[in-house]
């Protein structure tokens, strides 16, 4: 199943992420999409939307997943992650998982310690 990831290109964590992500599984089938850059949006997703939050759309079937559901679902492209997600997966981790998730997206420069469009 391919899926294409929206995620903040300026932000420092995020870019990291998709990176080590990337590394863990070369061949995975997802088109990483810096939200900036994006001229289409997945269906129901505002550019402000964007801004705030990652965003996984399943080519397969149209759903689009946002914040914690978008990562959790994208773990399990990956082999070795595949335990998380189904840790996440646990009854009362989504709940958890959101307010966790939106902590870090709020806070997600200051985490990086730089955007990095102010890098270059």
Request: charged content about 20%; overall charge positive.
């Amino acid at each position: 199943m391919a899926v294409s990831v929206y995620y903040d290109g300026d932000c420092g964590l995020c870019s990291a992420t998709v990176a080590a992500l990337t590394r863990i599984e070369p061949g995975c089938e997802i088109d990483w999409v810096r939200s900036q850059e994006s001229g289409w949006l997945p269906p129901g997703v505002s550019r402000s939307d964007l801004s705030r939050s990652v965003y996984v759309h399943a080519t397969h079937d149209g759903a689009v997943y946002e914040g914690f559901y978008a990562i959790r679902m994208l773990l399990r492209k990956f082999a070795p992650l595949r335990p998380l997600a189904a840790f996440l997966s646990l009854p009362g981790m989504d709940r958890l998982g959101v307010m966790a998730y939106r902590w870090v997206a709020r806070n997600r420069y200051r985490l990086s310690k730089c955007r990095l469009r102010d890098a270059v």
